[in-house]
């Protein structure tokens, strides 16, 4: 499957691997020569670690060229009144009487503990393109599904904040 990333993810990714290939990269190749400074690699507990955290900053690097080139990309410009991408949203869930708040998002973005729903998420797919008062039925699974109300969606909130999640 494809991840779904906007231009604003695209770049933000681009900044990851760039400040992992000039920073992080120089720093893991010097923690490297210096535990294999200290002699004995058999039993260098230090040398190991050093190149698995250096092997790991590359395989990270990897992972996220690999996500850009098989990106497919996505608008996160919507019409006023509809929910889209990148927009925070007020939902009173029926099933349970409460109202919550969440940011709609791509999913290497989404993080159900912040509030940051994906847009491949049940809930996500059900509601985008939805407009305010709108009664949605979120399907689940094939025995499953429970109603939500759009009660406000706001435009106006930032997205400077968000990380790219790791894996």
Same mark, same amino acid.
């Given at each position: 499957?494809?991840?779904?990333? +906007? /231009?604003?993810?695209?770049?933000?990714?681009?900044? &990851?691997?760039?400040?992992?290939?000039?920073?992080?990269?120089?720093? $893991?190749?010097?923690?490297?020569?210096?535990?294999?400074?200290?002699?004995?690699?058999?039993?260098?507990?230090?040398? %190991?670690? $050093?190149?698995?955290?250096?092997?790991?900053?590359?395989?990270?690097?990897?992972?996220?060229?690999?996500?850009?080139?098989?990106?497919?990309?996505?608008?996160? /410009?919507?019409?006023?009144?509809?929910?889209?991408?990148?927009?925070?949203? &007020?939902?009173?869930? &029926? &099933?349970?009487?409460?109202?919550?708040?969440?940011?709609?998002? +791509?999913?290497?973005?989404?993080?159900?503990?912040?509030?940051?729903?994906?847009?491949?998420?049940?809930?996500?797919? $059900?509601?985008?393109?939805?407009?305010?008062?709108?009664?949605?039925?979120?399907?689940?699974?094939?025995? %499953?599904?429970?109603?939500?109300?759009?009660? $406000?969606?706001?435009?106006?909130?930032?997205?400077?904040?968000?990380?790219?999640?790791?894996?």
């Amino acid at each position: 499957m494809r991840d779904q990333l +906007t /231009e604003n993810d695209i770049k933000k990714i681009e900044e &990851e691997i760039e400040y992992r290939k000039l920073v992080v990269r120089k720093e $893991a190749i010097e923690a490297v020569k210096e535990a294999r400074a200290q002699g004995d690699l058999s039993e260098n507990f230090e040398y %190991y670690a $050093a190149k698995r955290d250096k092997n790991k900053n590359e395989s990270r690097i990897r992972y996220l060229e690999r996500m850009i080139r098989t990106a497919e990309v996505v608008s996160d /410009e919507s019409r006023e009144d509809e929910v889209g991408i990148n927009n925070t949203v &007020e939902l009173y869930m &029926e &099933e349970d009487e409460i109202t919550e708040t969440y940011k709609l998002v +791509t999913s290497v973005r989404g993080n159900s503990l912040e509030g940051k729903i994906s847009t491949e998420s049940p809930l996500g797919k $059900a509601i985008l393109g939805h407009k305010v008062n709108d009664r949605v039925y979120v399907r689940v699974n094939d025995n %499953y599904g429970y109603y939500v109300v759009v009660k $406000a969606i706001d435009k106006t909130s930032s997205d400077e904040d968000d990380q790219i999640r790791k894996y």
